[in-house]
């Protein structure tokens, strides 16, 4: 099994849901990810998503843009990324995603890129720019490496399309709560947890909500119909604020009350 099956077996024989933080590298300096890293691991993070900045990053919302400018002044590139996730691995044992928009992977060089994240120990890639129709200009290199391409699916997705994309890898499917960027929301589609139900029933891998996922009570209902959450701008604004103990506040709330269906 990959790390991503292995954490998730281990979950559900425990009773849990999985709670996966989100971090721009280099936002706060590209010497600071491990350290980063290694705290959210010691909070009771199930995976790790480590994003890549970008200059035109169309599914971000204006918390993570602004993350990712910071790291772009910081001089924070995609080769010294690659490089502090390999010291990264060293002491963390619990899955590494990457995400990134295939414009810097194609620039970096698609071979050389999934060499390299292999080599560092990185488990999976998240590319939301990459729809199914052309992700065969990665998908043979990361299956040969044996690292997951985690897929996402979305709200207007259609339900066949939906069934097509869980059948592939073997991480967990990405399931968008909002018909727009991310960002903190106050409130969902009435829809959402009849269409998170839905993709429960057809996924045989498991699904993982993210998107404007911000406090508990958020996280108590989501996790009534999906495996876990993916949290971002709440992560990447309390970094930024250096309120360490309010994030581990949060995720030491949802590690003691989340349990299975």
């Known amino acids: ?122 488990d999976g890639c998240i590319i939301p720019d990459l729809p199914i129709e052309e992700e065969d200009i990665i998908t043979q290199q990361l299956e040969a490496a044996q690292v997951e391409l985690i897929r996402l699916v979305t709200l207007t997705t259609p339900i066949e399309r939906i069934r097509v994309i869980s059948r592939k890898g073997k991480g967990f499917l990405y399931t968008v709560t909002v018909k727009g960027i991310t960002g903190e929301r106050n409130k969902y589609d009435t829809d959402l947890y009849k269409f998170l139900k839905t993709v429960k029933e057809v996924s045989p891998i498991p699904v993982m909500a993210g998107f404007g996922i911000s406090n508990e009570e958020q996280i108590a209902e989501l996790t009534n119909y999906c495996d876990g959450v993916i949290v971002g701008s709440k992560i990447v604004d309390l970094f930024e604020q250096n309120c360490i103990s309010d994030m581990e506040k949060l995720m030491s709330s949802f590690k003691q009350k989340t349990k299975l269906f």
């Open 1 to 122: 099994m990959n790390r991503f099956e292995q954490t998730f077996s281990l979950l559900k024989e425990n009773n849990k849901k999985a709670f996966i933080p989100y971090i721009m590298a280099g936002d706060g300096g590209l010497e600071s990810l491990v350290y980063r890293m290694s705290l959210l691991e010691r909070f009771g993070a199930a995976a790790i998503e480590v994003g890549v900045p970008f200059s035109d990053p169309v599914a971000d919302g204006p918390t993570i843009q602004r993350a990712g400018l910071r790291a772009l002044e910081n001089g924070t590139t995609l080769k010294g990324i690659i490089a502090e996730l390999e010291k990264a691995r060293e002491i963390i044992s619990i899955p590494i995603l990457l995400m990134s928009y295939i414009n810097p992977i194609y620039s970096y060089g698609i071979e050389k890129f999934v060499q390299e994240i292999r080599k560092a120990g990185v």
